[in-house]
């Protein structure tokens, strides 16, 4: 922000001016013969008080001071936001003005992925829940913050909703080798989060655990018996 300051030689000098002495807030910014100054580096929405002291020689006099006001700005160092992981659909997250408003601050928004998309906005809101999302899913967010002369934008953060049951998990194929039969599958089409184990069951009960995606049964059977006809550990494989 730039000031452009300017003035005129006292009414009665009483003697030849010999320098001007220009006070921003009590500080001097400028000193010399010229009558105009161009101030510089002044922070948004300021109020600066200035005061011109004529010297001519024998004594110095000093103006009423002016005060002016710098315009209004974007918002700066906006805080990033603070989010939660409520539910396997849903976050929450919360926020705080701005470091800098350089202004009056008009509007905050929760700014949601790399497009930006605005889901919650108003002029005073500082928490937001954010539902509707996918399971154990990332999320990134932001807050923008605006006077009116511009917006100004948080760090982006990223979340991740929480897990859940895993979702349409195929049944698993049977092949009969020798006295066992294989067990295969597929992992399920929504893991809803870290797989860390699959459990078989046979006929509604336990037979055992696997961290893959196969296992192999024993059986107590016969040669020649067919699938149907197999028992797994006293269990028989299909009802």
Known sequence: M????????????????????????????FTGMATSFTDGGL???????????????????????VVVKTLEDSPARIPAPVLTSLSFSSIGATWTIPEIPNGEVVSYALLQGSDN????????????????????????????????????????VEIRTMPSAPAEMAAPEATMEGLSTLLRW???????????NYSVWVSGEFANNSYGGEITLPCVCGPGASLAQRSFAGRSLWT
């Open 43 to 65: 922070n948004p929405s300021t109020a600066y008080a200035y005061i011109l002291i004529a010297n001519n020689g024998f004594d110095s006099s000093q103006s009423q001071p």
């Open 117 to 156: 998309q605005a889901v919650c906005k108003g002029p005073t809101i500082f928490a937001c829940t954010v539902a509707g999302l996918d399971t154990f899913a990332v999320y990134s967010f932001r807050v923008e913050a605006c006077t009116i002369r511009g917006c100004g934008f948080s760090p982006r």
């Open 186 to 196: 597929s992992p399920p089409v929504f893991p809803n989060g870290v797989i860390r």
């Open 2 to 29: 730039v000031f452009q300051v300017t003035w005129t030689a006292p009414a009665s000098p009483n003697q030849p001016i010999v320098g001007y002495e220009l006070l921003r807030n009590g500080a001097a910014v």
